[in-house]
């Protein structure tokens, strides 16, 4: 039988290689191995779009809580109101210039230091050492304090003279002299407190105690 007739009649081919026939130009011959089946894995091209790496995105969880009583929304409405008063109190404390100041402590308030200037301007005027005027002004001050109603010649607009040479304009009525020509006052009377009824008490006074603006 011919080779290429047998090749046709067999069922299946053979895995080994035949014989060498006798047939001069054929020397094996063997089956055709099958294809192997390649891998369903594909290899991604070097241009596709890098995959996503992200986190799982989660819901956000929400957290209710429990309506709070009225008892303790009012304790808790109370206490911020509380709290804002306090912080008002502290903003108005730090913004006063007489926070700290009498009558709180002995330091002279606002109106206290504008008087007490007056008050030793007047007196080294009158021709006092300032020495003497700023001891004299700072008596003063301690006065007013205790509402005392002593008052100094040099406060007086009917002091008249000058150191020296001190003389009452309005003698008669203080009772320092019988006649108006003799009413020279010794200069330790006019830096002594005392209760005159000479000193003025009308719009013309020089008093120079301090008033507050109502």
Sequence with gaps: MKWLARLKTENAPEAHATNATNTPNVAFVASIPGLSRKTTVVAGAANDPEPDLKKPEFSSMHVTREPASSATAAATSQTTSQALNEADSASVQTTDPDH???????????????????????????????????????????????????????????????????????????????????????????????????????????????????
């Design 100 to 214: 700290g100041c009498w009558p709180g402590s002995t330091a002279m308030n606002a109106l206290e230091i504008d008087t007490f200037t007056r008050r030793l301007e007047r007196f080294t005027r009158m021709g006092l050492r300032f020495a003497d005027a700023e001891a004299l002004a700072d008596t003063l001050v301690q006065r007013d304090r205790e509402t005392d109603d002593r008052r100094l010649c040099l406060e007086c607009r009917h002091l008249q003279g000058g150191i020296g040479r001190w003389r009452c304009g309005n003698g008669l009525v203080a009772g320092v002299t019988l006649r108006a020509a003799d009413a020279y006052l010794p200069g330790e009377l006019t830096r002594q407190l005392q209760r005159c009824a000479g000193f003025p008490m009308n719009k013309e006074q020089t008093d120079e105690r301090p008033q507050k603006e109502i």
